[in-house]
């Protein structure tokens, strides 16, 4: 009796024992689970000295309120961009100045709170979990935002890191959706990062639904998922059936079938890009060879001073990119037109009926003005900033991602092409250098300067080289041997479509543009060049005067 006596004072002063020790503990829970949001300001001010449990329950709190600062304040907590006064806790951001002193401007009101040293403001403390918590939490409030953008922008970040954690938010997400604005691209992401979830369920019905959803599905991340479902279900055989492991290969195989479509889809857009580029450059070449009968290896140079104008414009006006580009195509056209006239006139005028000497001149020249570039601008290559319209991407489907500098360019080239044909066609100058191209003696008893109408047409093909270095400004870096790139390319396409004719030009130009893009995947850059001028050696045996032939003297003599 007594050893039941003893046994019960010793039950009963264990437990009071414990009672007292955890009053501390159930005091704290108590007094964070009381934590309850009077107003946004009140509860950002509780947030910079509350403990990492105390946080996470802010969090929530912020994100359950959906107030309009919410994703503001979560996204510079998470980056690192958030501190607060240690006097005061005021939350702030901060910047340097040159007293090496910081400026803290209020979160809240955005106002200068004033000069502080760098000791005085600390940044707002968070651990891993917090961190997850906070990119959860921005999801959650960007999946719901009324801004699309911001929807597509969450949908696909839920995407790369699809999880079980988020599958009660995708679900929600889609019936918001689907309810809602019923963006099918939005929906689409959804569903993708939805079965890519159910993929690791333990159910096989589930699992097959999920492989059956993700068929033709483009995304990386679909192709990805299903990678590493067969790998474990090869790992853990007894676990899984033969038919889900051959429905994921066979779905595998159906997206890599249509990746390597679009891979060629896009080995010909940027082979028509490429053609683009050349029939700016080779545009000008084919108007001074086929009327002039001059080898100009100084072509390339007038392309490097188009994309030099280019550069010079935009350091004249760096605040406005976007219009200096549109300043920089008359700028280049008048600088590379003039130099061509200059160059006309002082040298090649002297060297007509004598097409190599004309070439060894023209080399000579080229290698005059790399060294003058080289001279003002410096032997480095130079930096030329795309504009905002210019820039990006516009997407075909999840696999096929196109870019609009390319697009942009291949329309200008079109458009050059248009205009120069008008030209040729409906003015003066036009019907006169056509008289000259087809019979320069007769041209020449009809009134008609010839010797002008050489200066005119050379300025106007070195012009137009020079519209190309604008072009190319937006491909590449700006250097001394930009030019020397696409010479021998200009050749091929102005021998390949048939001297002095425009139309031979354009599809000269593309069908090189387009061989070099789809042989380089396959045989590499040098290897596909090659194959390319191989070919063109073989079809001018068989048509010596190109695809589309044009009587003038330069193919006569």
Request: hydrophobic share 50%; net charge positive; aromatic share 8%.
């Amino acid at each position: 009796m007594s050893i039941i006596r003893t046994w019960l004072y010793c039950m009963l002063a264990i437990c009071s024992v414990s009672a007292v020790a955890s009053e501390p503990i159930q005091a704290s829970v108590a007094q964070v689970a009381s934590v309850e949001i009077i107003s946004f300001e009140e509860t950002v001010n509780t947030f910079p000295k509350a403990s990492y449990a105390e946080k996470n329950l802010i969090i929530q709190q912020i994100l359950n309120s959906k107030h309009d600062r919410a994703l503001e304040l979560f996204s510079a907590v998470l980056n690192g961009d958030l501190f607060y006064v240690k006097k005061t806790s005021e939350l702030v951001y901060r910047e340097k100045t040159e007293n090496k002193r910081y400026l803290a401007t209020s979160f809240l009101t955005s106002e200068e709170v004033g000069l502080f040293k760098k000791r005085k403001l600390k940044k707002v403390g968070i651990n891993n979990k917090l961190r997850g918590q906070l990119k959860s939490a921005i999801a959650e409030l960007k999946i719901f935002s009324g801004d699309v953008s911001e929807r597509e922008s969450a949908a696909l970040s839920i995407l790369k890191s699809a999880d079980d954690s988020q599958y009660d938010l995708l679900v929600k997400a889609l019936e918001a959706e689907n309810n809602g604005d019923k963006n099918q691209k939005i929906i689409e992401v959804l569903e993708t990062a939805k079965a890519l979830i159910l993929l690791k369920s333990d159910i096989q019905a589930v699992r097959i639904k999920a492989i059956t959803d993700l068929d033709k599905s483009l995304y990386v991340e679909s192709r990805n998922g299903l990678l590493a479902f067969i790998d474990h279900a090869l790992l853990n055989i007894e676990q899984y059936s033969q038919t889900e492991i051959t429905l994921a290969k066979k779905t595998l195989d159906s997206i890599d079938q249509l990746m390597q479509l679009n891979g060629v889809l896009e080995n010909v857009y940027f082979g028509v890009a490429l053609g683009a580029v050349l029939l700016l450059a080779a545009i000008g070449l084919a108007i001074t060879f086929g009327v002039m009968g001059v080898i100009n290896m100084a072509h390339g140079e007038m392309i490097m001073l188009g994309a030099y104008t280019t550069f010079v414009i935009q350091q004249l006006m760096p605040n406005h990119i976007g219009m200096s580009l549109l300043v920089a195509v008359p700028a280049a056209f008048l600088v590379s037109g003039l130099v061509g006239v200059l160059i006309e006139r002082s040298v090649i005028r002297h060297l007509y009926g004598r097409p190599l000497e004309t070439l060894l001149a023209t080399f000579g020249i080229s290698l005059v003005l790399q060294q003058a570039v080289r001279s003002i601008f410096g032997p480095l290559n130079q930096d030329v900033v795309t504009p905002d319209w210019m820039a990006g991407t516009f997407t075909v489907n999840p696999g096929l991602e196109l870019t609009y500098n390319r697009l942009y360019i291949i329309i200008f080239s079109l458009m050059v092409l248009a205009g120069l044909a008008l030209v040729l066609k409906k003015t003066l100058f036009g019907l006169q250098m056509r008289a000259v191209t087809m019979n320069r003696p007769m041209a020449s008893s009809m009134g008609i300067k010839t010797g002008w109408v050489d200066a005119l047409t050379f300025g106007l093909g070195s012009g137009i080289a020079g519209v190309a270095g604008v072009a190319l400004s937006q491909l590449t870096n700006v250097g001394p041997n930009l030019g020397q790139a696409y010479i021998i390319d200009s050749f091929m396409v102005v021998v390949f479509g048939g001297v002095g004719n425009l139309w031979g030009t354009l599809v000269g130009a593309m069908s090189l543009g387009i061989a070099n893009k789809i042989f380089e995947p396959m045989a590499g850059a040098v290897l596909a060049k090659i194959i390319v001028l191989v070919a063109i050696i073989l079809f001018i045996q068989k048509r010596p005067r190109g695809l589309f032939a044009l009587k003038g003297r330069a193919v006569e003599g």
